[in-house]
């Protein structure tokens, strides 16, 4: 299966372009992967900077999309295009300057969205606002909603220390790349090399950079190859024939949470590391206090779980009153009790 990633964001100059080329450049001559470029950048800055740096084997397009058009044009155009350019690669990705024109639906298209940022207050304050007008994406339960990867760019020194992401209350649940780092190396190599290759901080970081979205890759492939098992179970005509509490059992799976895939993604970020903690204590809150909705679901379950949750989870209409209003003061009830 192609790998789609798309580059965007809403501001100019936060480092798509830098990003972009030096990211398809690791794909092809690291990973050896079969790599296309797309640069939707009129002016094709990461075109330029592969078609005349040395030859690393990427298929490097630079076509237009008519952003402008508003509707579900440019839709039909990356579609069209992104199909073309999937025939013969393992990885595409695509460089584009997000307009307001455009249709959000686009990053449908995509397994996962890299948002550049820097990590200045104004950069953030845009960085939130675009998030938050495109959350719906990114928080939607459609099994094929892109990977968002929040991508801090050109960082000095002194910004490394701070914990911003953390504080700026970001509207969407993101994985956050490792930081690429601030200087005049990432300039200099502009259509003459590749930060892979450089030896300062920038090339280093940017290495740590281009291994978490490898690593960010593996882990929504992952995810897509269960999705289509699951598929492939709740359809396959062993199920249909089978007794209607299996039926029950498939089609009330969990729908996968939007927090899932930043499970082993915590080791590149701090944010990922808190809400791996969330999902931990919110787990432990829901073994405790929801009860299965079926017996199959917990078919799986050794006799010790199975007795645990029989003590544990009772219904709200078999709590005590006091039980019930201890749990409202610890503000662990949910809709489920
Ligand atoms: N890590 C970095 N360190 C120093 N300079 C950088 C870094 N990344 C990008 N730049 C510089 O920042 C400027 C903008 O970078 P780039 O063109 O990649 O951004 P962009 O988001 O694609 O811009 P645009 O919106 O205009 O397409 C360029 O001059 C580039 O050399
Ligand atoms: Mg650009």
Redesign the pocket.
Known sequence: MTFKILVT?Q?????????SANLVAYFSRQMQLKTTLIDW?P?G??SNWLLHAPNVGVVVQHLSLPVDQGGNRPIFEARLQLRNATKTSDIVLC?L?WSDSLAAELMFEFDMVLV?TSVSEIELGATSGFLSRNRWVFDSFAARRPMLLVCP??VLPEQLASNIFTKQRFPVSFMLAPP?????T??DL?ERGFLMDSEDV?GFSFLQFAQAVCAAREMRMAQSQNNTQQKVVSQSPATASSSSSERFATSTAPRPNVLDGLVGSAQYSILGRHRQRKLAETQKVESHHVQPKNPVLNTAKTQNEANKTVDTSRSLSSLGIPEFIRRISRNTTSAKL
């Open positions: 964001s501001k100019g100059g936060v480092g798509k372009s830098t990003l950048d002016h800055s990461s460089d300057t550049p760019t050109r690429v780092q601030e200087s005049q990432a300039r502009y920038c």
